[in-house]
Structures are given as C-alpha cells and as structure tokens.
C-alpha cells in the first residue's frame, strides 16, 4: 500500500512553466514505475509521461513530446513533471501514479493513484 501526493498544480499563462512533484510514503516496490495521467473535463483520463524505477527509461504522450521531461529521486521516493510550453490544451487534472512498468506504460492501469492537481493553461 502506498500514498501519492501531487504538488505543483496551479494556473499559469500559456508559454508558462510549471513543476509538478509527487511525493510517496508506505510500501511500495523500490522498483515500480512512475508516470502521469491527466483527465479534463469532457475528455476522457490519458497517459502523460512515465519513468522506469531506475530512469534510464522514459515515455512521454505524443502530445507533450519536446516539452515535458519526467524524473525521479528513488532516495526521497519522489517523482517530478516538468512541463515547459504550455497550452490552454494541457488544462486538466494530472494524476502521480505508480506500478509495474507493465502497468504504467503497456497497459494504462496503475496499481496506485494520488488524489490530482489542478493545472489550469490561461490564453
């Protein structure tokens, strides 16, 4: 069992960055996956960008190639998304989540979900 909590969320003009972190807590598989979901309104949840648990692998949506970069920190259990350039398009929901790399990356269901953070891309 384990706890993800986003942090980072907030509204920012478009061109504007933004850094999202996760931090986790209890027990988890030192070598899960980690990535992003996001969900806006009226569309329905997709996947962002994961990372392998040693990050030497990363995946990214076709849709945020080029300006989002996933991390993460293994020692504080923490995984970051920053995203550079952004759009009224990247409005949504983003969701920290962890599993298998199975999970994550193949089949698009995380054994674990934080709670989300609001991003909101201003015109």
């Known amino acids: 069992q384990v706890q993800l909590v986003e942090s980072g969320g907030g509204l920012v003009q478009t061109g504007g960055s933004l850094r999202l972190s996760c931090a986790a807590s209890g027990r988890t598989s030192s070598r899960y996956a980690m990535g992003w979901f996001r969900q806006a309104p009226g569309k329905e949840r997709e996947f962002v960008a994961a990372i392998s648990w040693s990050g030497g692998s990363t995946y990214y949506a076709d849709s945020v190639k080029g300006r989002f970069t996933i991390s993460r920190d293994n020692a504080k259990n923490t995984v970051y998304l920053q995203m550079n350039s952004l759009t009224p398009g990247d409005t949504a929901v983003y969701y920290c989540?962890?599993?298998?790399?199975?999970?994550?990356?193949?089949?698009?269901?995380?054994?674990?979900w934080g709670q989300g953070t609001q991003v909101t891309v201003s015109s």
């Open positions: 989540t962890a599993g298998s790399a199975s999970s994550v990356v193949v089949y698009g269901t995380p054994h674990c």
